[in-house]
């Protein structure tokens, strides 16, 4: 949540900190600002609402800038105070000198705003984020130096931060400092930069240096000067960022879901590559760094995630307990983290987040770390803090995904599930031999079968338009495939904000059929050949007996689905346990159509932002 962006160095300031904002807006896009040093001068611009109304205030008032040589920008998730002009960032201390860009939540900010009050400070925002301006001030009237300032500041903060601080006394200088919030240093030529993620510098450098908590950065155009909390330096070793900036671009398409929903085959393709090639040959997981007598005596895993991740990792339940007999618990990181778990050093602990960033996930995974679990993790962000905590790292080469709604991750996290079941059953010896086979030819086959839907999605966008009007819906399957109900409806409301509910269809009459009418669509999802299909279509009779309009997610060529049906959406057959992985492409698509049709902004969606950094 919220972005930040600073910049030293011979580039356009504004646009380069206009750019790497607008890379980062998937963090947030409540407000946004920038504060620049301009010949002496310290600028600030602050606008409501998504950044390109920042960019139309700098447009109309660009006469005043002389020329600015460094600046930080921010994009605001609020958290403490309205999204308004006077708690959009930057803040600043009471004579205007010193600028603070922050992501994070400080916690104990209420104290420290009462000290600063009674020291004179004159606070004029709701923000935790304006006692670090004032904060850093007050410091620096006493050590005369930012990087000191910074340092004895932090020491006094709880909570989370990553901040930037720019002083109009010591012009091209940024101190940045992190605790649980990301933040990295690009390194350039005659330029540096300072960012909450990698996409606001890729455009400009590969080179980067990810801070660690505690860390400060002092930066300017020639230098990057890394210390800990006590002043010591830090040698910190420089990476090479993996993406490329073409990344980042819609490709023509209208919006990025749509792009990272069609990207999904050749992700796949990429997740199977070099680790399933040959049928005959086992799965080649090496990233599982568990050797292989604990991997067979392994019995107890714990697979904790958010969101869209967590409906992974319920179809990951399902496939180690079925191919592996292994038992599984799932649980969303946000309860995991509120009760003593049964974690222990026998049990395998599984993260799993696109990010890598989720605050919940990543004090989970710290608090099965301090029981000594092996710690898994599953992310589409080898780089990120999640990923240093591992002790075996699956990264699912997604690629970068800027749209909110998570889809081409969900893909590629399922996937990278199939091949770690299949991985432990073939340790395990724990199932037939030929079934695991045809699991691993369907997987092949897969990508080609999603490239069939995508190449015709008339009936989908037929369903989207007669359907866009209902207010309410609910999405019912069974076994493997009730991950995909809850999923389909996660798209549905985060992106066309319509009540959607994904629901066992087995549970439908135990409470949710009180519901059903003609304003209430069923969405289910029927997958012949397997042991659920019968009974999810029997669930369908029910409700259309309570005059629900029913929408059928299949494989099924059975003509009297089309009599019971309203609606069908027809995908390529592939048998039940694999199914996930084909049917979450037609309910992207069909949140993704509706949300279109009803003109809601599918990228962006409100009150979101893609990394959730705070509990
Ligand atoms: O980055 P993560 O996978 O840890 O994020 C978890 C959720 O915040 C995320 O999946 C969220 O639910 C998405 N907006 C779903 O589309």
Redesign the pocket.
Known sequence: MCGIVGYVGKRDVVDVIFKGLTNLEYRGYDSAGMALQDCGELRIYKTLGKLINLKNELEERKSELKHPTSGIGHIRWATHGSPSLVNAHPHTCSCGRLVVVHNGIIENYKELREQLIKKGCNFRSQTDTETIAHLVADEYAKAKDLETAVRNSIKQLQGAYAICVMHKDVPNLIVGARKHAPMLVGIGEDENFIASDTPAIIEYTKKTIYLEDNEIAVVTKDSVKITDINGNTVNKKIEMLPWEPVALSKLGYKHFMLKEINEQPDVIRNVLNGKLYDIDAPVNLSEVKIDKETLKKLNKIQII?????LHAAIVGKYLIEDFAGISVEVEASSEYIYRKTTTDSSTLVIGV???G??AD?ITAIKQAKEKNSHILIITNRPDSNMARLADSLIPVNAGIEVS???TKSYSAQLISFYLLAIHLAEIKDSMDKEYLKNIKHELIQLPTKIEEILSNTSSIQECARKFSSYKNFIYIARGVNLASAYEGA??LK?ISYINATGYPAGELKHGPIAMLDETMPVLAILIPGGITYEKVLSNSEEAKARNAKLIALTSSTDKAIDTLFDNVIRIPHVSEVLSPAITCVPLQLLAYYIAEFLGKDVDQPRN?AK??TVE
């Open positions: 995630a958010c969101g869209t991740s987040s696109q990010s960033e989720t996930t909110v709604a998570a996660l798209k985060e979101l990394s959730v």
